[in-house]
């Protein structure tokens, strides 16, 4: 038996019960199924028999427990099944996963070209409410991915539909439940679904590419699944979603420095006004004396980490520092970033190496093949023609390698990954499948193993650097949003949203094709839009940058939308005015006060984004300190007041236009005047020093 403070696990090894979670408070059960494999053209699955730990439990660095158990297939001796649990001392949230295992060489199998995998199962007779939450869906209107929730109802049960989550919750009178996936796509490209049955059965089935037809299963050659979750909790749905927020906060990665809320800025929006507005080119300010410079404003802004967007390399997959535009390398900005106690962060394209690059070169059999034909060399971003290359190949452990470099030879500790979509690769020479398996399935074995690709680069990252942040460039459709990325690092959410096409607006050409790139309140209104993550999974894992330009309104706007937990800013910076660029030090310095309270905090919001008002509430019920944040878009003189749900501490710090009073209850009474469209601050437990 597995227990922590919340539950209590028990391994049965049944065949309709592989294991079950016990809520300590009230006794509920919830039974999980065992997965079911097809292997030589039979179903595997339980009961098992001999079912035991295997050693001892693992304490791990995010304070969770691993626990192995292994036991035999009872109607299939040859095959074992591992299981891998983790739990947190304090979290109803366990996470799990299967390894398969054979005695000897077998494979796994498909019937009629479909995926024979079944991961889990369970019953939901007893649940009243069920909701699917889709966490990759698409938003065309705000240009961005955006997390949805749909009631699921007794119809979609009796006409067995089928959801792609990755997130299945569900409640009942005396508790709330949830099943989840570990994987990621755009929402219509589904790679699992939970599939509904009438006697109210959920399965979790694999939908395409989760395995190849003849992979081979043997002693050297188990099948490990993708990390799934279940969560219990005696009490409703949102007791159940705040514990899964804190879950993913605190325990679903093992790298605490990805969900620190750091401030972030990004040279690529100056880049792309140099290009678009300055007659110049993107590559034009990547140089030491600017950089240096910029240095300088960004600390005084409150900055902590700086990253250099693309044209600091020489050539992609080689990833040197290129010596014209850094003839002394990238020492003297690390000097000074470290002298300003700043992180350096750089942009990669993993996908992209140059033509005339060694590694490139050395792993010429990795290049990414489509229809039978190497991608054709195109410049990147100003730089020398590159090839694309397949992470699903040795090249993804050549690609590791290149960033583990960097770590010891110019001190990179933030990496922003950029241009990898889902789909790219039918190679028959890869690790997705060779010429006996169709093109079609071996572009959906690329598109499901590409998003593990990944996440095992970014764990050998933060193997070698502790304190690595892998930030996974979301900002386009056709990507791999989901669960499995935040296991070890973020996701870099929305740059300037949506393009004149997601309008139908024409343009022109020679312009900027992004519409919302000037200062003001409506790009605020489009990158708080994702805002609606928070309620599952932290904002803090979504960065989105803001504009730091003046006038003071706009800043003000960006400023009180960013500590949101966005946490982004870029821009050109050595344009700010003296006034601007304390601003931003003054109140950044009074965020950072509190900013681990509303990091932690549940999300309360009234009125839409856009509306006025708009109000966000993140104010730790633990400790009483955050923020209320409150926008207006009426474009007159106007006021709002507003109780807060939570009970702050009394000391609070706040912008001019702005009253509070803490009521007999605790609860505090906040009234915001404006002008006009605007943002009004306060700050429970921080104050100016």
């Keep these: 038996m597995i227990e922590n403070q919340t539950l209590r696990i028990e391994l049965v090894g049944a065949e309709e019960r592989l294991w079950q979670v016990i809520l300590r408070e009230n006794g509920t059960v919830v039974d999980v199924e065992p997965p079911c494999f097809q292997v030589d053209g039979n179903a595997v699955t339980g009961p098992l028999e001999g079912l035991e730990p295997c050693g001892q439990p693992q304490k791990l660095q995010n304070g969770t427990c691993e626990h192995v158990w292994q036991g035999r297939f009872a109607r299939a001796p040859g095959l074992h099944l591992q299981i891998r649990l983790r739990v947190a001392p304090d979290s109803p949230v366990v996470r799990f996963a299967y390894e398969l295992k054979s005695d000897s060489p077998c494979s796994l199998t498909k019937a009629g070209g479909s995926d024979e995998l079944t991961y889990l199962a369970f019953s939901a007779a007893e649940l009243t409410e069920a909701t699917e939450v889709r966490l990759s869906a698409f938003n065309e209107m705000v240009h961005s991915y955006c997390l949805e929730e749909a009631e699921i109802g007794p119809a979609s049960f009796r006409n067995r539909l089928s959801l792609v989550g990755p997130i299945f919750v569900g409640s009942a009178p005396n508790h709330a439940l949830l099943f989840a996936y570990e994987h990621g796509s755009e929402a219509v490209e589904p790679f699992l679904q939970f599939h509904l049955r009438p006697d109210r059965r959920v399965e979790l ?3 395409k590419g989760n395995y190849f037809h003849g992979q081979p299963l043997d002693r050297d050659n188990p099948y490990r699944t993708i990390w799934l979750q279940v969560a219990a909790v005696a009490g409703s749905r949102e007791v159940l979603a705040r514990a899964y927020r804190d879950f993913v906060l605190c325990y679903l990665s093992l790298r605490p420095a990805t969900r620190t809320p750091y401030i972030f800025y990004n040279t690529w929006n100056y880049q792309e006004r140099n290009e678009w507005w300055n007659d110049r ?16 404003v960004a600390h005084r802004m409150g900055v902590e980490v700086f990253v250099l967007d693309t044209g600091w390399y020489e050539k992609t997959g080689d990833w040197r520092v290129s010596k014209a535009r850094f ?6 900005i690390k000097e000074e970033l470290d002298r300003y106690g700043m992180r350096l962060g750089l942009w990669f394209s993993p996908t992209h190496a140059a033509v005339s690059s060694r590694i490139g070169r050395k792993h010429s059999d990795c290049l990414m093949m489509w229809n039978g034909q190497a991608g054709k060399p195109q410049s990147i971003w100003q ?4 090839q694309p290359f397949c992470l699903v190949s040795q090249y993804a452990d050549a690609f590791a390698d290149e960033l583990i470099r960097l770590i010891k030879d110019v001190g ?3 990496f922003k990954w950029d241009a990898v979509g889902q789909y790219g690769c039918d190679s028959p020479d890869h690790r997705h499948g060779s010429a006996e398996n169709g093109v079609q399935e071996r572009r959906d074995c690329y598109a499901f193993q590409m998003c593990c690709a990944v996440i095992r680069v970014a764990e050998r990252i933060c193997e070698a650097c502790p304190e690595a942040i892998v930030d996974f460039d979301m900002t386009e459709p056709g990507r791999c949003l989901g669960l499995g990325f935040l296991s070890v690092g973020k996701y870099f959410l929305m740059n300037n949203g949506p393009y004149f096409p997601n309008y139908d607006f024409p343009y022109d050409l020679t312009c900027w ?16 839009t994702p805002l609606g993550y928070d309620g599952w999974i932290p904002s803090v894992l979504f960065l989105t940058h803001y504009l730091p330009d003046d006038p003071a309104e706009s800043q003000l706007l960006n400023i009180a939308s960013l500590i949101l937990g966005q946490n982004g800013i870029w821009g050109d910076l050595l344009n700010l005015s003296e006034e601007g660029i304390r601003r931003f030090g003054r109140l950044l310095g009074l965020y950072k006060q509190v900013r681990d309270d509303i990091t932690a905090s549940y999300p309360v919001r009234s009125g839409a984004v856009g509306s006025s008002p708009e109000v966000h509430e993140k104010i730790s ?14 474009r007159r003189a106007c006021s709002h007041r507003y109780i807060t749900r939570n009970k702050p501490v009394t000391d609070c710090w706040h912008t001019e236009g702005l009253m509070v009073k803490i009521g007999p209850d605790g609860r505090a009474a906040i009234e915001a005047r404006f002008d006009g469209p605007g943002a009004q601050m306060v700050f429970f437990g921080a104050g100016e020093k």
């Design 621 to 634: 019920a633990r400790t009483g300190r955050g923020a209320v944040v409150i926008f207006s878009s009426a």
């Design 383 to 386: 730089t020398q023609e590159s």
């Design 412 to 414: 990179v500790s933030y």
């Design 513 to 528: 094709s992004n519409i919302f790139v000037h200062p003001g309140p409506a790009r605020g209104w489009i990158c708080r």
């Design 327 to 332: 003839p002394r390398g990238l020492q003297p």
């Design 205 to 207: 089935r694999a939908v």
């Design 281 to 296: 080119t993107f590559l034009a300010s990547m140089n030491e004396e600017r950089i240096l410079r910029e240095i300088d």
